[in-house]
């Protein structure tokens, strides 16, 4: 697998009634999320899916999902398409990612559909270990490490964990400064502006608290009126 994340991605999440395909379990919800230029957007794919089969108790607890609630919800052969399209050609992410291509594959090659092939996949649980070696490297763990709020996690659900993931993603590959900069570092002037303004408008990357923004205020100030954040500032 991967061990780098892509600036363009999808960041995905699954929950399912078990732990392995091959003995029956089904997927009974896909939560995802696109990346671009580093940074998710609102750009969101999600749906539970009736696996036509009992969820056992120990997956209930994990997410919540019952047969009952799952029983009107659409079968996976309804939604496979609408899941293809949405991923186009781009990289897949994944919190232990080889247990999610696992259930998508299976449930892909069920139906006869190309199955995604194992170079396509991003492993951030693989990235938090070599970036944080010996420290957890679960979600939890990861945002409290990030200070990503988790206050509406109290069950796993693939759309929130998916939104909480990419956030994730954008700290592991540099932080939202890095981020914000990738694409416009050689830009000056409005071009520069415009490419901040639209990065705050598609994205759901926390806001900053007024803290935050008075210490770094504080910062550019200090920088300098020659620096790349005065300059920005200025045209903004």
């Not at 990738?182 to 830009?187: E, H, Q």
Request: proline fraction near 4%; include cysteine; hydrophobic fraction near 45%.
């Amino acid at each position: 697998m991967n061990m780098t994340i892509p600036a363009d991605c999808v960041v995905f999440d699954t929950e399912t009634t078990g732990f392995s395909p091959d003995e029956g379990d089904k997927l009974v919800e896909i939560g995802a999320v696109r990346m671009r230029d580093g940074l998710p957007t609102k750009e969101h794919f999600h749906v539970y899916i009736n696996p036509e089969r009992s969820v056992p108790d120990a997956a209930v607890k994990v997410h919540g999902l019952t047969a009952k609630f799952l029983a009107d919800k659409p079968l996976f052969a309804e939604v496979a398409q609408d899941f293809i399209d949405f991923i186009g050609d781009l990289p897949l992410v994944a919190h232990n990612a080889a247990f999610d291509a696992r259930f998508i594959n299976a449930e892909l090659g069920g139906l006869g559909y190309d199955t995604y092939p194992e170079e396509r996949f991003v492993d951030t649980v693989q990235i938090a270990r070599k970036k944080f070696p010996g420290a957890q490297a679960n979600l939890d763990a990861l945002c409290r490490r990030f200070k990503i709020d988790i206050k509406d996690r109290s069950l796993h659900g693939a759309l929130i964990d998916s939104e909480l993931l990419a956030e994730v993603c954008v700290e592991l590959s540099g932080g939202r400064q890095f981020t914000l900069f990738s694409g416009a570092a050689t830009k000056s002037g409005s071009e520069q502006a415009d490419t901040v303004a639209r990065v705050e408008l598609e994205t759901f990357v926390r806001p900053a608290s007024e803290e935050e923004r008075a210490a770094h205020a504080a910062l550019v100030a200090k920088l300098g009126e020659n620096s790349i954040w005065a300059k920005l500032e200025g045209a903004a």
